[in-house]
């Protein structure tokens, strides 16, 4: 599986941003639950939201549930963050990353990651 994530960028705070990833290989929606984490400067990363591999089960970070949704078309092989009411603590490089287990993606882990896009929200 190999991942692309795009649509970070510059807003203030209150935006709306959409980032999306785009995901190759035949098995990506029979095998594979995807999330979103991210990283701030100086901080580790982090979980930000997962969805199952039928898309039927999200989880979302305490600190986004409410502004976040993550969403997967399995037909074409995406997985989008739709992210509204940013705040300037959500700035950080936020990853797209596949797992086999949900779990692992909640940890902080995954099988495979994105190249990472740079999401800058300022006050």
């Known amino acids: 599986v190999q991942l692309q994530a795009s649509g970070g960028g510059l807003v203030q705070a209150g935006g709306s941003l959409r980032l999306t990833c785009a995901a190759s290989?035949?098995?990506?929606?029979?095998?594979?639950?995807m999330g979103w984490l991210r990283q701030a400067p100086g901080k580790e990363r982090e979980f930000v939201a997962t969805?199952?591999?039928?898309?039927?089960?999200?989880y979302y970070a305490d600190s986004v549930k409410g502004r976040f949704t993550i969403s997967r078309d399995n037909a074409k092989n995406t997985v989008d963050l739709q992210m509204k009411s940013l705040k300037p603590e959500d700035t950080a490089v936020y990853y797209c990353?596949?797992?086999?287990?949900?779990?692992?993606?909640?940890?902080?882990?995954?099988?495979?990651w994105g190249q990472g896009t740079q999401v800058t929200v300022s006050s």
């Open positions: 290989g035949r098995t990506f929606s029979t095998y594979y639950d």
């Open positions: 969805i199952s591999s039928s898309g039927g089960v999200t």
């Open positions: 990353a596949a797992s086999r287990a949900g779990q692992v993606l909640r940890s902080g882990r995954a099988d495979y």
